[in-house]
């Protein structure tokens, strides 16, 4: 051995090579899987004829391997065949060495297996870190199989026969397969890697295959051709299509396997009955009845095999087809091409966790929760990795962790600046700051982590879990991303150590065999995107202990153990070891090692010192040049027992200290020992320096890099550091030792309450995270605690039975009663702190009274709580009121609801159905109560379902199936009812409570154990889960703590899911219902793709009062709207109102028509109608203006700006010669009011977009523009011929009334511009017939006008004695017309008479009955009823012929904006976004019954809640499917028949702020005030992806350039308004760094030209320089600080001819008018001062409110220029040249500008005006054009890099322009 060591003198190793042949095939394909780079591969790409197989250069044959021609397919299949299947196949690529690199996220394999013969598919997936994974599918496999590095799948094949002696082989008649192979999803799912490339591909024997495809995009087999641009099925190309002849199936023919499945369920009949398809694909267990993928209720259990079922011949063949808006969608559609383009949303990284969520959350597909999925657009969050379902997502964010160690607790490290201790907590890697006790964490680990090691430099973080076989990671500790995962070959591995480079990490453990082995690692390749490589390993029979590798040599090492101490050196690939000479110290069993270090800090390797301890109490300092023992010293205990200093009495035996741990420091020696004691010794340890003791055996100490702080951790879970200087001891984390059992909360304190398996109960301070107090018990253990709610004081019961109260403030028992014989299993008490109740495991409940101070026992019941119950907090439960008790009990099969107070039985549930799966009882877990006001009792059952159940009748009113493999041990309901909280495994579970769908849960980790106990903190903003140890998250979605609920009803239908509806109407006839069944719960949030506060809020989400109306609301300018409170008016004051509106009044007389309208006792009034428009005066001048009431139906325009022609200069150029060509519009006007129709027949869509009304073919997406109003157009309204289309806006600023414009919708062409209104036009509604249109005025105008279609001349104008919010004709009669107010109804008969239109007028009050508010919205039903909807969420219904209200129910909990109905069906939208569809078939035969009808026959069929207000609506005649939009400017599709929302349209809902290309101009992004940042596809403008951070704006923006490196990495750089600034990867979708280089909000954002560096800029001046990679500001310049920086402009130039070096040039803009130009090379940090230029400015500028910024920029065409805009004396254009050093040229302007940008390939300037004006400036020939269709100011104008289009943004409205050649 001693022959095999080689000097410790000499040359260091070279680094090795990191990255084989192989493996640099790998990261070349890895580098063109970029979004920007695959472009080449889209939409598909056929593998077999791009790489040629049939000419077998780029691909291998093997074996039997022939061209047969196929009769099904009718073309040419490759056969392959054999009795061996790895000797029969063909490979893609020939050579191993070679990779495919196809990115494509799907595989297709179109094959068939040959009969009775076993075949295999290979594949070859390279993930993110260029790791190699193997994912085999087989009908050979047995059993599906996983390690780090291979996965296989057993191929299923099972015919439906009785027989099943041919499992395994493929069944006779087997059809071609459809495969489709989601590899992102296998990889994440199975193996939480994320994918990268495909490398390669083998297919063995015995299959035909016909070829392969690769997509991004999740085809539909069944569809082909199909042009469904704009909705949710993506046809299969032609090419990829099997043949289907007429008049066939294509599921008769073929198969489709979609794996891996997530929709698929259990059969509701026998599989013999069942109409399912005659081959289905399915998860399953093989032995198990297989299920039905089409009549499904219930998701199977979780499998990881593809199972496909071959028919009997007497089987079915034919499938039910399920009610789709579109008939040619394939029943085998289980998951749209959306929800696969975003991939799994899982925050689970285990396995089962991940599929089972997958299940749940297919599930509710249906539900527009699950919108964001179904529209391509994967959202990334800060903060967030993997996603989920519901939003905010994700909803929870982890705070802190109160817990150390776990596996070991020897595992504590200092950063290497001082300032952070890491530590592993579990399963998580906490990072401590010492100073200020913030926490951030590294989270990945499945398990236990056993080993940590951080680099020199502090970049690098290894750390490896428990589990066999061992997996090690490696982080980039600056930013916590993971950067590579690998598994070790020492199976456990206990030790890690870094060199101080980070080039080299060893780690030490036992192999397989239990022999110890040491590895290391080659990590210097790996920030760099490498591989980590395996340099050397080697075994060994000595023990190790310790290891670590010497700072001065990266290649020496050394270890210690038992009776040993070796020093290791590694060269070339081997690892060799030499023992040191102890002598007689052999025997001692050695426990740490350090090295010593010079004083100065710089190493000696000269004089390199190792000191090792041992148990014994000896230190060695051992020489490692000459490897001698230099000295042994022995630490001994103090002996004088009486001094000042007595002996303490140690943990183990023997004379020495039993040492585990030193740290060496230049000065001194930290030593921890068993006895409890840290001491300071010097390096001569002549004497004791300092010595700090300890409650338990220290386990390790570790010396800051400065010395002056001495880490210390103890087996007792303590961990803290001793201050030298200050000699005090600061107490950083204490921890139980064992697993947290239970836990409870304390409201006024903020304390929280845990017992744990260590016989300990402690409190902590739920602020700090502090351990309080801790109270331990050495003969019994703690079961179960809760608080007292009013009182210091806690209640703990434990194993003896006994149950005793502490106080908080003496810290000593109360009372204890001990009236219980077994254990502790529940324990709760009354919020009103007068009752407790305790149960134990043999069944007793006890009721004690806490109104007494010894608590007597009130009750004590046997056998009532189930005996072998677990203990939980969730085994009693008590009600919000206190009113109600409920445990499992008296068996496991059922649940008891008592009287809290009397103890009397008042319900007994059984829940005791058949578990098919397992065919056992199910049986009760856990209960817990909602808010009283709901009235629900949840019970989680062991079939792993959640039964949501009436707390007074026991009805079930909701079921949440298949949460969990395991079953739920605990849960809890928020206050406010929106989320529901599970423990369920390892994993922590979060339900939105408030969706009726059951969409799935978001699902968390990092718990290595399972847990226990899982709550919400009293103020409802955190979660708490106890396990191993204890996570408190930060919930991103505030509840709210103050809402409301209706009463309690017990035939409420109260969150009934979309699965349960049609069961609730057969039960609706067992219970009377006093009211319409409709959700109770709180309204959830309007959420959209990704979840933010509401307009104008504060960042919390707020519901209505279902109470009453809102007193106050917010429209989006954020002014203050109130209510006003609807006045009740006689029938004098009626007369007097009429009579006042300037009409020809007469009495009417029996004889005239309108006494068959005349019922009760309302009027008819006859009125004269005006023949011209001056016999009326309509002007506003000389009314009262009206408050704006509080209903959202009332329109708010934006701010009114001078139109673009009004100012001398502006040049509007002949159509025929324009620059510009309007392409395309993004966004859609929430601010209109029924501004977008659709009508299905025709496929006409139109909305409004500011000024522009713009029609779109939803199959192709292209668009139409008409132009022409000069204000925000306010709303639509289509002909019923579908001819003409009405279009009105508000009133300018150049004009007195309101245009509304005619348009002939087949030639787009205005036909008639009538005006009349002096306020903005609220509605348009054409008559039945076409003959009339009725315009309504909004508050402020309060005017009602008739025009007649054929000349459009007004025939009839009245102005109305108070607001009206809505007007429609009477479809049945094109004579009546009806309008909605304050309180009343108004209904109009229209009369004509030769020219004149004569109208009779009626009004009727709304009934008290229906309360008070305003009338909203109303719509016409089969003759002869009228619905009104409220502002309080009340539906009336009227008969129009008796004028009266007989019907209401209350159908929201917000204001009633919209309603539509068709005979039988009624569709609703509310303020509060939800869209509901009724039944209404019934409420006919009802009006007989007048005032005394009743709601019950009225139920709400279906509900989706929507992401905003709800202001437009159009559906099909039978209100089957329609187009919704909403205030948040979104248009949705809506199918009932689905249950499903799909986004059709979607813009910023507030200011886009930037707008910047990448650098192949096939994408876009975009940022705004909403926080968001969005990526859209150039050439369609869909929206591909979106980040969004929760309550803060987006100011600029920045997209890397192209030679930043590999084109993966493309990346956005986004500036915060708090100063932050995030690197977005585009590819990954995901936030990969987030820096804070500013204290103030950020204002614009850029990239150096080689993308390494990114230049920001702030509102107080300041210009930071950072490193895009690293984060670090490494520069800041304040030379502009003081006013704001508007622009930086980075340009590549090489700048010696200004006389200054440096490859960049650049310049910055600031508010006070001054730009500096500046050169600088930032790879040599170098930044030199080019230029200074300062402008005047006048005392005032106008600009219409705007002040206009300061602008510039580098001329393209000419480097040596530059353009600036800004405020000035004149208003003008200056063009300034670098190289002279003055001014060249001035080019006026009309107005000052507010935006600027200039053409790189043509000599165009565009700016952008606040007059809503565009101006294009040709700089050749000086010459200009003006162009209009903002409706705004125009902020940003951004020239693509083609300079083909032109981007211009005025608030959130995106206006592209196509460019003309010039």
């Known amino acids: 051995m001693t022959a095999e060591v080689a000097p410790l003198s000499g040359s260091r190793c070279q680094a090795p090579r990191c990255m084989s042949r192989a493996g640099r095939a790998d990261a070349k394909a890895g580098s063109s899987s970029g979004a920007m780079a695959r472009a080449w591969q889209h939409p598909f790409l056929n593998v077999f004829r791009h790489f040629r197989v049939d000419e077998w250069k780029r691909s291998a044959k093997q074996g039997d391997v022939a061209v047969v021609t196929d009769k099904t397919l009718k073309g040419a299949v490759y056969r392959i065949r054999g009795s061996v299947s790895a000797a029969n196949y063909i490979q893609l690529p020939k050579n191993s060495t070679q990779s495919l690199g196809l990115t494509g996220r799907y595989l297709y394999v179109l094959f068939r297996p040959l009969p009775n013969k076993h075949f295999v598919i290979h594949l070859d997936v390279s993930t993110e ?78 299959l035909l295959v016909r070829n392969l495809y690769t997509s991004d995009l999740c085809f539909e087999p069944a569809i082909s051709g199909a042009p469904w641009a704009k909705l949710p099925v993506t046809p299969m190309p032609r090419e990829m299509a099997f043949p ?398 009486g001094g000042p200093h007595p002996q303490k009495q140690t943990f183990s035996t023997g004379p020495g200290i039993a040492i585990s741990s030193l740290s060496l420091s230049p000065a001194m020696c930290a030593v921890g020992s068993a006895d409890g004691y840290l001491r300071l010794w010097p390096l001569d340890f002549s004497s004791v320096l300092l010595e700090a003791e300890h409650e338990g055996p220290v386990s390790s100490v570790c010396v800051s ?46 304390q929280l309450a845990t017992v744990s398996q260590d016989r300990t109960v402690r409190i902590w301070d739920l602020a700090t995270l502090q351990q309080l107090y801790d109270f331990t018990s050495s003969e019994e253990a703690p079961c179960t605690v809760t608080f007292h709610p009013t009182r210091p004081i806690f209640f703990c019961g434990f194993s003896s039975g006994a149950v005793r109260s502490f106080s908080l403030e003496a810290a000593e028992v109360l009372v204890e009663h001990t009236c219980h014989q077994g254990a502790i299993t529940g324990l709760t008490a009354t919020p009103d702190g007068r009752l407790l109740f305790s149960s134990c495991s043999r069944g007793s409940l006890a009721q004690y009274n806490c109104a007494d101070p010894q608590w007597h026992v009130l009750r004590v019941a046997a056998d009532m709580v189930w005996p072998d119950a677990p203990a939980s907090p969730s085994t009693l439960a008590v009600s919000r009121d206190g009113r109600l008790l409920a445990f499992v009990g008296p068996s496991r099969h059922t649940v008891t609801v008592m009287g809290s107070a009397s103890l009397d039985e008042l319900l007994r549930v059984d829940i005791g159905t058949l578990d098919l799966a397992s065919g056992r009882l199910d049986s009760a877990m856990a209960v817990c109560f909602g808010p009283a006001a709901l009235g629900h009792l949840l019970v989680s059952t062991s079939s792993n379902r959640v039964m ?108 009934l899911g979309t699965g349960q509806l049609e069961d609730a109407a057969s039960r609706a006839s067992e219970l009377p219902r006093q009211q319409v069944p409709k959700p109770s719960q709180a309204s959830p949030p309007r959420l959209g793709i990704c979840a933010r506060p509401p307009e104008g809020g504060d960042g919390t989400f707020t519901t209505s009062d279902e109470e009453g109306p809102c007193e106050e609301s917010r429209d989006p300018e954020g002014s203050l709207l109130t209510e006003k409170e609807a006045g009740r008016a006689g029938d004098r004051a009626w007369a007097a109102a009429v009579g006042s509106w300037g009409l020809a009044l007469s009495p009417c007389s029996p004889s005239q028509p309108c006494e068959q309208w005349r019922a009760g006792q309302g009027r008819w009034c006859r009125c004269r109608g005006l023949r011209a428009v001056g016999t009326s005066d309509t002007k506003n001048s000389g009314a009262p203006r009206t408050t704006c009431p509080a209903s959202h139906k009332a329109f708010t325009p934006a701010r009114a700006s001078r139109g673009p022609h009004s ?106 511009l009538i005006s009349h209104h002096s306020t903005t036009v609220l509605a348009l509604a054409f008559s039945p017939d076409d003959r009339l249109l009725v315009t309504l005025g909004d508050h402020d105008g309060r005017t009602l006008a008739l025009w007649g279609t054929a000349t459009y001349d007004l025939v009839s104008s009245t102005r109305l004695p108070e607001p009206v919010h809505g007007v429609a004709f009477n479809p049945w009669d094109a004579g009546e017309l009806a309008c909605v107010g304050q309180g009343t109804v108004t209904f109009w008969l229209l009369q004509q008479r030769g020219a004149d239109i004569s109208l009779q007028v009626h009004r009727e009050q709304v009934p008290e009955t229906v309360g008070a508010g305003e009338l909203t919205s109303l719509c016409y039903g089969a003759p002869p ?103 948040a400017g979104t248009l949705w599709f809506i199918s009932w028949a689905e249950g499903t929302s799909t986004r059709l349209i979607s813009g ?40 969004q951070v929760l309550n803060q704006s987006c100011l600029c923006l920045a997209w890397s350039p192209r030679c930043c490196g590999r084109p993966e990495q493309q990346r956005l750089a986004a500036g915060y308004g708090d100063g932050s600034l995030r690197i977005f990867s585009v590819s990954r979708t995901a936030m990969e760094l987030k820096m804070h280089p500013h204290p103030v909000a950020l204002t614009t954002v850029t990239f150096s030209t080689d993308g390494q560096t990114v230049l920001s800029g702030d509102k107080d001046g300041l210009v930071a320089v950072s490193h895009s990679r690293t984060g670090m500001t490494f520069r800041v310049l304040s030379d502009h600080q003081g006013a704001a920086i508007s622009t930086i402009c980075v340009t590549r130039k090489e700048c010696e001819d200004l006389g200054v070096e440096g490859t960049d040039l650049w310049l910055a803009a600031s508010g006070d008018q001054r ?148």
Request: hydrophobic share 40%.
């Open 244 to 641: 289907v002849p007429k008049g066939e199936s294509w599921h008769d023919r073929y198969v489709h396997v979609r794996f891996p499945s997530d929709s698929l369920k259990v059969p509701s009949k026998p599989m013999e009955k069942s109409g399912s398809p005659p081959e289905a694909v399915l998860l399953g267990p093989g032995p198990h009845p297989l299920p039905c993928p089409v009549a499904s209720s219930k998701p199977v259990r979780f499998s990881v095999s593809p199972v496909v079922q071959t028919p009997s011949p007497t089987a079915s063949s034919q499938a039910p087809l399920a009610p789709r808006p579109f008939p040619e969608v394939s029943l085998s559609q289980e998951r749209s091409e959306a929800s696969n383009a975003d991939g799994p949303r899982f925050h689970s990284l285990e396995p089962w966790a991940r599929v089972k969520a997958s299940d749940v959350h297919t599930a509710a597909a249906g539900t527009h929760v699950l919108t964001h999925e179904s529209t391509e657009v994967p959202v990334a969050f800060e903060d967030a990795g993997s996603c989920k379902r519901f939003l905010p997502d994700p909803i929870l964010r982890l705070k802190g962790v109160i817990g150390f160690g776990g596996h070991s607790t020897r595992q504590a490290l200092w950063t290497p600046d001082g300032t952070a201790v890491v530590y592993p907590c579990h399963a998580v890697i906490v990072v401590l700051l010492v100073d200020t006790g913030e926490q951030r964490f590294f989270l990945g680990h499945t398990d236990k982590v056993s080993a940590l090691a951080l680099d020199g430099s502090g970049s690098l973080l290894a750390s490896a879990q428990a589990r066999t076989p061992s997996v090690i990671r490696l982080w980039d500790f600056q930013t916590g991303r993971c950067l590579c995962v690998f598994q070790s070959p020492v199976h456990v591995v206990c030790s890690l150590s870094f060199s101080d480079s980070g080039a080299l990490l060893c780690g030490v453990g036992k192999d397989r065999h239990g022999r110890t082995m040491v590895v290391a690692w080659g990590t210097g390749q790996v920030g760099l995107g490498g591989e980590v490589v395996v340099l050397a390993k080697a075994h060994t029979d000595f023990d190790v202990q310790a290891f670590r590798v010497t700072f001065f040599d990266e290649t020496r090492m050394a270890s210690c153990g038992q009776g040993s101490v070796r020093l290791w050196r590694l060269r070339g690939r081997a690892l060799r070891s030499c023992p040191v000479d102890l002598g007689e110290h052999h025997v001692l069993q050695f426990t740490d090692l350090a090295f010593k270090q010079a004083r100065d800090g710089c190493p000696e390797p000269s004089a390199a010192m190792l000191f090792v301890c041992s148990r014994s109490g000896h230190i060695l300092e051992i020489d490692c040049q000459c490897m001698v023992v230099r000295h042994a010293r022995r630490l001994l205990p103090t002996q004088t027992l």
């Open 705 to 750: 890099p400065d010395g002056l702080r001495v880490l210390s951790a103890t087996s007792s879970g303590h961990l803290g550091f001793l201050d030298t200087p200050s000699r005090v001891y600061h107490m950083l984390a204490r921890s139980h030792t064992a697993p947290v059992l239970a836990l409870a909360t304390e409201q006024r304190r903020g």
């Open 1425 to 1527: 009823l009228l619905y009104c909807g409220t502002s309080s969420g009340q539906v009336c219904v009227w008969d129009t012929r008796a004028g009266r209200c007989f019907l209401s129910w209350e159908a929201d909990d917000g204001g009633i904006g919209l309603l539509l109905c068709s005979s039988s069906r009624l569709v609703s939208g509310s303020s509060t976004g939800r869209l509901r569809l009724w039944a209404v078939g019934p409420v006919s035969e009802l009006r007989c019954k007048g005032s005394g009808a009743r709601s019950s026959s009225v139920f709400m069929e279906r509900e989706l809640v929507l992401d905003g207000a709800v202001v437009s609506a159009s559906f099909d005649g039978s209100v089957d499917m329609g187009v919704v939009g909403t205030r």
């Open 1207 to 1312: 100012a001398k200069g502006t040049s509007l150029p002949p159509a025929s010669s324009e620059w510009l060509r309007l392409k395309a519009v993004v966004g859609y006007s929430g601010n209109g009011r029924a501004n977008m129709v659709w009508r299905p027949d025709t496929g006409f869509f139109a909305y409004t977009c500011g000024r522009l009304v713009v029609v779109e073919d939803l199959h192709s997406g292209a668009q139409q523009h008409w132009p022409g109003h000069p204000a925000e157009i306010s709303t639509l309204a289509l002909s019923h011929s579908a001819q003409v289309l009405a279009s009105a806006s508000g009133r300018s600023s150049t004009t007195d009334h309101c245009q509304i414009r005619v348009w002939d919708v087949s030639g787009g062409l205005c036909q008639h």
């Open 948 to 1055: 949501v159940l009436d707390a007074a009748s026991g009805r079930i009113i909701r079921e949440l199936p298949g949460v969990h493999p395991e079953p739920c041990s605990s849960l809890m309901l928020s206050e406010d009812a929106r989320f529901l909280l599970m423990a369920a495994g390892r994993a922590v579970k979060v339900w939105d409570y408030t969706t009726q769908a059951n969409p799935g849960p978001q699902v968390y980790i990092g718990h290595s154990e399972p847990v226990q106990a899982v709550t919400f903190s009293p103020d409802q903003q955190q979660v708490l889960s106890a396990g191993d140890a204890i996570f408190l998250w930060d919930i991103l979605a505030t509840t709210e703590s103050d809402q409301r609920f209706p009463g309690p009803s017990p035939a409420c239908e109260a969150g």
């Open 1715 to 1862: 730009v500096s130009v500046w050169a600088s090379d930032w790879l040599r940090n170098r930044c030199e001062l080019v230029d200074w230029l300062s402008f005047p400015m006048p005392a005032t500028t106008e600009t219409q409110g705007h002040l206009p910024p300061s602008l510039a920029a580098f001329c393209p065409w000419d480097g040596a220029l530059l353009m600036y805009v800004g405020p000035g004396f004149n208003k003008e254009v200056i063009i300034y040249d670098l190289s002279q050093k003055q001014v060249v040229e001035k080019i006026p302007l009309p107005f000052f500008a507010m935006s600027l940008s200039l053409s790189p390939g043509t000599r165009l300037l565009a700016l952008g005006f606040a007059e809503c004006m565009l101006r294009l400036v040709d700089c050749a020939t000086g010459t200009a054009q003006d162009f209009a269709g903002h409706n705004n100011a125009v902020h940003l104008c951004r020239f693509t890099p083609s300079a083909r289009l032109l981007f211009t943004a005025a608030c959130n409205e995106i206006l592209v322009w196509e460019v003309s050649g010039r």
């Open 1548 to 1587: 910023h809902r507030s200011k886009v702020n930037e707008v910047v290309f990448g650098p192949g101009e096939s994408h876009c992004a975009t940022c705004g005030e909403d926080g968001s940042v969005r990526v859209w596809a150039l050439a369609s403008m869909e929206l591909v992806i979106q980040f």
């Open 129 to 206: 870190d260029n790791q190699v994974i193997r994912v085999s599918f087989s009908n050979l496999f047995k059993e599906f199989k996983s390690t780090a590095t291979r996965l296989q799948f057993p191929f299923v094949l099972e015919a439906r026969t009785p027989q099943r002696d041919l499992v395994g082989l493929v069944p006779h008649g087997a059809r071609w397969t459809f495969l489709q192979l989601d590899l992102q999803d296998i990889l994440l799912v199975y193996l939480n890697r994320r994918y990268g490339h495909l490398k390669s591909v083998r297919l063995c024997a015995s």
